[in-house]
């Protein structure tokens, strides 16, 4: 195993030792210097290089706090990877396989994750605004107060997913299969939902005011207090919804189903 010695003069003068040192910590699985927010940023820069080449296998390493952002870690093996509150803007993580990785607070912003593996990972309260993650795989993901505002989530799997509070703001869902799941309280103001399968999903006082929901199927769904609020529905499918306190003022409904759905009735004149 590789030992440091931080106390060592070259240290001081030399990043590609120091780097070279923190890589190695890296590789032996070893806790990370305290030393590490204080590196040099040529230090970081060679250690971030060294990550990039060794993409092939980063399996189960310790990323906390890293900056690698602008990174090219396409097809690289994540898996089990620690990368809470890491600097990961503009990253390239396509193809790249992060199963059940942590992303806890996680800065992704214009990150690609197109076609990425990301199923039992932790992306609670991370950064995704921006990002694309068209064809990524994000099955059984934590995504509590995730920020995917803007983000492309087209062919997307989210199949047991938790987006509770989830902001989703402008994002594009478009066809997204989004059956059975929690999204209460989650923001899908102004989102492209258009096509979206919604079918027995708890969406209880989520934002969906002035999303797109052109043919979507909300059949079966919670949408107890929702807010609806100036959304297209042309040609969507409420039957059997719960629209119990649901705001609907200024939404579209035009060829919408609306047959058996609860509380309609009563909202007739909004």
Same mark, same amino acid.
């Given at each position: 195993m590789y030992k440091t010695n931080f106390t060592s003069d070259r240290k001081k003068i030399d990043p590609h030792f120091l780097a070279e040192t923190y890589f190695q910590h890296l590789l032996n699985k070893q806790p990370l210097p305290r030393e590490y927010d204080t590196l040099p940023q040529k230090a970081k820069a060679i250690l971030k290089q060294m990550i990039a080449n060794h993409k092939s296998? $980063?399996?189960?390493? *310790?990323?906390? =706090?890293?900056?690698?952002?602008?990174? %090219? $870690?396409?097809? !690289?093996?994540?898996?089990?990877?620690?990368? *809470? /509150?890491?600097?990961? @803007?503009?990253?390239?993580?396509?193809? !790249?396989?992060?199963?059940? +990785?942590s992303l806890h607070k996680t800065n992704l912003q214009s990150a690609n994750l197109s076609e990425a593996i990301l199923c039992r990972a932790r992306l609670n309260r991370a950064n995704l605004?921006? +990002?694309?993650?068209?064809?990524?795989?994000?099955? %059984?993901?934590?995504?509590?107060? @995730?920020?995917? @505002?803007?983000?492309?989530?087209?062919?997307?799997?989210?199949? =047991? +997913?938790?987006?509770?509070?989830?902001?989703? &703001?402008?994002?594009?869902?478009?066809? /997204? %299969?989004?059956?059975? $799941?929690?999204? &209460?309280?989650? %923001?899908?103001?102004?989102?492209?939902?258009? =096509?979206?399968?919604?079918?027995?999903? *708890?969406?209880?006082?989520?934002?969906?005011?002035? +999303?797109n929901l052109q043919n979507a199927d909300l059949s079966c769904a919670n949408l107890i207090e929702a807010d609806l609020g100036g959304a297209n529905l042309t040609g969507a499918h409420l039957s059997r919804t719960n629209l119990t306190g649901v705001n609907l003022a200024n939404a579209i409904l035009d060829r919408a189903n609306l047959s058996g759905a609860k509380q309609f009735a009563a909202l007739k004149n909004f």
């Open positions: 296998n $980063l399996r189960d390493l *310790n990323l906390r =706090g890293f900056d690698l952002s602008v990174c %090219d $870690l396409s097809g !690289a093996q994540l898996n089990r990877v620690n990368l *809470n /509150v890491a600097n990961l @803007t503009e990253i390239n993580l396509a193809a !790249a396989n992060i199963s059940e +990785a605004s921006r +990002a694309n993650l068209n064809g990524a795989d994000l099955a %059984d993901c934590g995504l509590i107060e @995730t920020n995917f @505002t803007k983000a492309n989530l087209t062919n997307v799997c989210l199949k =047991g +997913a938790i987006l509770i509070r989830t902001v989703l &703001h402008k994002a594009n869902l478009s066809e /997204v %299969d989004l059956r059975g $799941l929690d999204l &209460h309280e989650s %923001d899908f103001s102004e989102a492209n939902l258009q =096509g979206a399968k919604l079918t027995g999903a *708890n969406l209880n006082r989520a934002n969906l005011c002035n +999303a």
